[in-house]
């Protein structure tokens, strides 16, 4: 072999197994456009074809949600009332 693999650098190394990652992931892809059984790669590499196989529907935006001034104060009047009881409990 040219290349032993205990002469090689970690980055190499990298490199290699990002690249056939890749050919896996691209050998997938063809058996589903081909029609044939997903044999291709498994575990995360299979969970990004698959998430690359779905046609992404627009998210639609959330409308912003708004709190009264009423609102607000109830949810300001229960804190300084939790406050209190838990003050008023610490010093017992």
């Known amino acids: 072999m040219a290349n032993d693999i205990r002469n090689l650098s970690v980055a190499v190394i990298e490199r290699a197994i ?21 044999a291709g790669p498994k575990g995360k590499a299979a969970k990004v074809v698959d998430e690359q196989d779905e ?29 209190a009881k838990a003050k008023a409990g610490a010093k017992k």
């Open 18 to 38: 990002t690249i056939k990652k890749k050919i896996s992931m691209l050998e997938a892809e063809l058996a589903a456009l081909l029609g044939g059984a997903k």
């Open 55 to 83: 046609d992404p529907a627009p998210k639609k935006a959330r409308a912003q949600r708004t709190m009264s001034p009423e609102g607000r104060a109830r949810i300001i009047a229960a804190q300084k009332a939790r406050w």
